[in-house]
């Protein structure tokens, strides 16, 4: 209730392969909204639409989103030792908005 959440819902489907993961919310008002992925390996931003991820897999997101990568040292989650790296990388999508239906998909 202190965010203003009035429903969130998160589906995913594995199918022919693919991942996709769906995100919808609605807020009592506008906000930015930032849906938040990690990797262990350092993605590179394709389009306004894709990033490579490791091993040739693409991730696809809704166009209304801004993409962003930020490194960060994951203090306390030994991530050296569970992901093989001292670094990870937070993938963000951001829309201001009160309602969206967005997609992401990983190929």
Same mark, same amino acid.
């Given at each position: 209730? %202190?965010?203003? #959440? =009035? &429903?969130? @819902?998160?589906?995913?489907?594995?199918?022919?392969?693919?991942?996709?993961?769906?995100? +919808?919310?609605?807020?009592?008002?506008?906000?930015?909204?930032?849906?938040?992925?990690?990797?262990?390996? %350092?993605?590179? #931003? =394709? &389009?306004? @639409?894709?990033?490579?991820?490791?091993?040739?897999?693409?991730?696809?997101?809704?166009? +209304?989103?801004?993409?962003?990568?930020?490194?960060?040292?994951?203090?306390?989650?030994?991530?050296?030792?569970?992901?093989?790296?001292?670094?990870?990388?937070?993938?963000?999508?951001?829309?201001?908005?009160?309602?969206?239906?967005?997609?992401?998909?990983?190929?």
């Amino acid at each position: 209730d %202190e965010c203003g #959440i =009035i &429903s969130y @819902t998160r589906t995913g489907a594995l199918r022919d392969g693919a991942v996709t993961v769906s995100e +919808s919310i609605e807020l009592k008002e506008e906000k930015l909204i930032d849906f938040a992925i990690l990797t262990h390996r %350092e993605p590179s #931003i =394709i &389009s306004d @639409t894709e990033l490579a991820l490791t091993e040739g897999a693409i991730l696809e997101f809704d166009p +209304s989103l801004t993409a962003e990568v930020e490194p960060f040292d994951p203090i306390g989650l030994s991530a050296d030792q569970a992901w093989g790296t001292d670094t990870l990388y937070r993938l963000h999508f951001r829309i201001k908005t009160d309602k969206c239906n967005v997609t992401f998909t990983i190929k």
